[in-house]
């Protein structure tokens, strides 16, 4: 990996962040006449922590990590916008990442002007290292990895995934958000190795927050630092805060979720590949499944025509005539199957 230094843009090693009341007093008091907030409404007149403490403190001790290791952003996907608005000049540098992967990163890359070098996975869609690294130069600042993959389904040999963070010059990111469905490990736990690894989790998957707007970054403090200081102050509200606060005391009750979910996924992958027109139903580590039908567009509209929605992935690559099918509720995987044998009687 480069220094830090020389990865950052200058302009935002140069910034001065804005600095709000929360910033400049920490702690409780009788009264608070800092920020010009309306004296009435309590507690939501309040601003909330803009570095959310608590929060971070459970997560550290549920994730055992360091609280100062954690960044929460509304979603992943504002930790994703912040590493290109970071490390990546408009117009100069350039990121890599596989193909197919989650569709944000590219929204990311054209927002902020940066090129995206995209290396196909090999035909098993696992990942071509190789094809990775020759893809970076000198202006490569980020390499995206999504593990599980969205679409595929899968997580990546780690041994290639090792291999990758420690070759690579600049910032690898990790996203997990899938990662308490699958068999593999999450590589928190090897954080410390790779002062340039970015680790993305999320609320939204296992927790079942997606409501709620809540993604993690685990990564070194000293880029946690550096994205805390080109957020918007109070980027996650206290409503967020409490809601959080509140499911993490309910760590059995996910483990059952994802228990109940894993169990429906098997129960789905046998029913679906007893259809004819399922040509492959691809090896899953999340709660979806990757099926390869004979057309595909025509069975996704079906579908919709029974209000029934799943995903149309026929146009990415490699996933030609492919839907994307969450493992839903056993009545909800019902009425699919269900929908799937008139489809098949037709």
Known sequence: MKPLDQLLRTNIKNLKPYSSARDEYVGEASVFLDANENPFNKPYNR?????????????????????????????????????????????????????????????????NNIKVRKV????????????????????????????????????????????????????????????????????????????????????????????????????????VS??????????????????ALELLENEKEKAYWVERLLAEREVLRAALNEFFFVKKVYPSDANYLLVKVENAKGLYQFLVDKHIIVRDRSSVALCEECLRITVGQPAENSLLLEALSLYASK
């Open 226 to 243: 550096v994205l805390s200081k080109i957020k918007y102050p109070y980027n996650i509200n206290v409503l967020t805060q409490e809601k």
């Open 47 to 111: 601003y909330p922590d803009p570095y959310q403490r608590t929060v971070k403190q459970k997560i550290a001790s549920i994730k055992d990590v360091s609280a100062d290791q954690i960044f929460l952003g509304n979603g992943s996907d504002e930790p994703i916008d912040l590493l290109f608005r970071a490390f990546c000049e408009p117009g100069i540098d350039n990121v890599v990442s596989i193909d197919p992967t989650y569709g944000m990163y590219q929204v990311a890359a054209d927002i």
């Open 120 to 223: 196909l996975l090999t035909p098993d869609f696992e990942l071509d290292v190789d094809g990775l690294l020759a893809a970076s130069d000198e202006h490569s600042k980020l390499l995206f990895i999504c593990s599980p993959n969205n679409p595929t389904g899968n997580c990546f040999i780690e041994a290639d995934i090792i291999s990758l963070i420690s070759q690579f010059k600049g910032i690898v990111v990790l996203d997990e958000a899938y990662i308490d469905f699958a068999a593999d490990k999450s590589l928190l736990n090897r954080l410390g190795e790779f002062p340039n690894l970015v680790i993305l989790q999320t609320f939204s998957k296992a927790w079942g927050m997606a409501a709620i707007r809540l993604g993690m970054a685990f990564t070194s403090p000293e880029i």
